[in-house]
């Protein structure tokens, strides 16, 4: 499964919120199997919203939007993704009946906008909060607030599901560019796929079947330097 995260919020861009949703959602897409192909972070401007989501529902399986859904001026996604479907962003009896239901607010204690999602959209309720989320066709859209959007995520994780790959990390106290011909010999050796990241030492990440994995990891510690903790 081919999955495109999308992150809406001009804060994110500037700096001024951390993209943590971004960095969650990769992780237990991840450990569900899954391939997450696109990570787009995008400013709160219906049109951009519009073209990105219409592009990735083409060519994903799925897309998950995240940020930027709720009443307040500058909560544009629902209208975004609307847009990409060529729909309206209608009050939503469903979104009504939830929040009466969950929370017993009836239409007239609610924001302007707070029960609006596309026209036929399914709801996703928000364990968490007030915000609705939604599904239509393959978007997913989950509020910003972490909390919020990993409570409702956990509600569609079994939509999302792939081939689990068995990973293992070799750790390397030596400079990457010194394990170049190693990694090199090592993904001719095995049928495994190989991912270096370096910091204080070189994490070398190898995935793929379990025995194969297993074999190149043990091949590639006998020929690297380990950290003296290791």
């Known amino acids: 499964m081919r999955?495109?995260?999308?992150?809406?919020?001009?804060?994110?861009l500037v700096g001024d919120t951390v993209n943590t949703n971004a960095a969650w959602l990769g992780e237990r897409l991840h450990e569900r199997g899954v391939d997450v192909e696109r990570i787009t972070t995008l400013p709160d401007r219906v049109a951009d919203i519009a073209r990105v989501v219409n592009e990735y529902r083409a060519e994903y399986d799925a897309v998950i939007v995240t940020g930027g859904v709720g009443?307040?001026?500058?909560?544009?996604?629902m209208d975004g993704v609307a847009a990409a479907f060529g729909r309206e962003v209608v009050e939503s009896q469903e979104v009504l009946d939830w929040l009466e239901a969950?929370?017993?607010?009836?239409?007239?204690?609610?924001?302007?906008?707070?029960?609006?999602?596309?026209?036929?959209?399914r709801?996703?309720?928000?364990?968490?909060?007030?915000?609705?989320?939604?599904?239509?066709?393959?978007?997913?859209?989950?509020?910003?607030?972490p909390t919020e959007m990993k409570a409702m995520f956990e509600t569609v994780a079994d939509d999302f599901a792939g081939e689990i790959k068995h990973v293992v990390t070799v750790v390397a106290?030596?400079?990457?560019?010194?394990?170049?011909?190693?990694?090199?010999?090592?993904?001719?050796?095995?049928?495994?796929?190989?991912?270096?990241?370096?910091?204080?030492?070189?994490?070398?990440?190898?995935?793929?079947?379990?025995?194969?994995?297993?074999?190149?990891a043990a091949w590639l510690r006998e020929r690297v330097d380990a950290p003296e903790s290791e």
């Open 3 to 12: 999955v495109a995260i999308v992150t809406v919020g001009d804060e994110l």
């Open 71 to 77: 009443p307040t001026h500058d909560d544009l996604t």
């Open 102 to 121: 969950a929370g017993g607010y009836v239409a007239s204690d609610l924001a302007e906008g707070t029960a609006d999602i596309p026209r036929g959209a």
């Open 123 to 145: 709801l996703l309720e928000n364990p968490e909060g007030v915000a609705p989320g939604c599904e239509i066709g393959n978007v997913y859209v989950l509020p910003g607030v």
């Open 173 to 216: 106290d030596e400079p990457e560019s010194a394990l170049l011909d190693r990694i090199a010999d090592l993904r001719q050796r095995f049928d495994v796929t190989v991912g270096s990241y370096p910091g204080d030492s070189v994490r070398v990440k190898i995935q793929g079947e379990k025995g194969d994995v297993e074999d190149a």
